[in-house]
């Protein structure tokens, strides 16, 4: 009966502790309007004085053989303020160490890179309380090539989406439509502007 009592008592203080604090997860503070200001194509750095440093980041290293048997792959690099998030990634892709014949081709032609911005509650919480996310995707000249928020709750909702479209069959290859979706109430209550 006392370890189910301490138990009890500890799940409470968590939860406790956790509605003391909103449902914000940023570590720099994000405002929507911060994020309403990245655009398709804007340069990493500009993307960093708008939303500061991400809490990690990561990269595809391009895709595999079907045979391939330990597939490479970069994720949730943790970043520190002086982290230099282009001098890592080159030297990732420079690194001769190619797990497939695949890998090496295409580690040539693909750099993707995916910025997070929001930091997920440790596995508990992240159960009990809907929390939101936030990527920033980088393509291959480091520069925007979407922006993606989320709200995991039952439901696990887009609450912002900003990306270029593919072209359609009718249009010119040189047309790119660049797509806007924003559930507003949700998004602002998730990076409300702080006084």
């Known amino acids: 009966m006392k370890k189910v ?7 409470s203080l968590l939860v406790m502790m956790d509605s003391c604090s909103n449902i914000r ?5 994000i405002q929507y309007c911060d994020i309403e200001q990245i655009y398709i194509g804007m340069p990493l750095d500009s993307v960093v004085q708008f939303l500061g440093q991400p809490y990690t980041f990561s990269t595809d290293l391009g895709r595999h053989d079907l045979t391939c048997e330990h597939p490479r792959a970069v994720s949730d690099i943790k970043m520190r303020n ?11 892709y420079q690194d001769t160490n190619y797990c497939c014949e695949t890998n090496r081709e295409m580690m040539n032609k693909e750099k993707n890179t995916t910025l997070t911005y929001t930091k997920r509650p440790l ?3 992240s159960i009990l309380k809907a929390y939101p996310m936030l990527w920033v995707h980088l393509d291959r000249n480091y520069r925007v090539s979407s922006v993606y928020a989320k709200y995991y709750d039952a439901d696990d909702k887009c609450i912002y989406s900003l990306s270029s479209n593919t072209i359609f069959p009718d249009e010119k290859e040189g047309d790119e439509h660049v797509k806007l ?5 949700l998004f602002r209550k998730c990076f409300p502007i702080i006084p």
């Not at 997860?25 to 503070?29: C, F, K």
């Not at 002086?82 to 990732?92: N, P």
């Not at 979706?181 to 109430?185: E, G, H, L, P, Q």
């Open 82 to 92: 002086e982290t230099d998030i282009i001098h890592v990634i080159d030297k990732i």
């Open 5 to 11: 009592f301490i138990a009890l008592a500890l799940f």
């Open 123 to 125: 596995f508990l919480m």
């Open 25 to 29: 997860a940023n570590r720099n503070s």
């Open 181 to 185: 979706f924003v559930d507003t109430a």
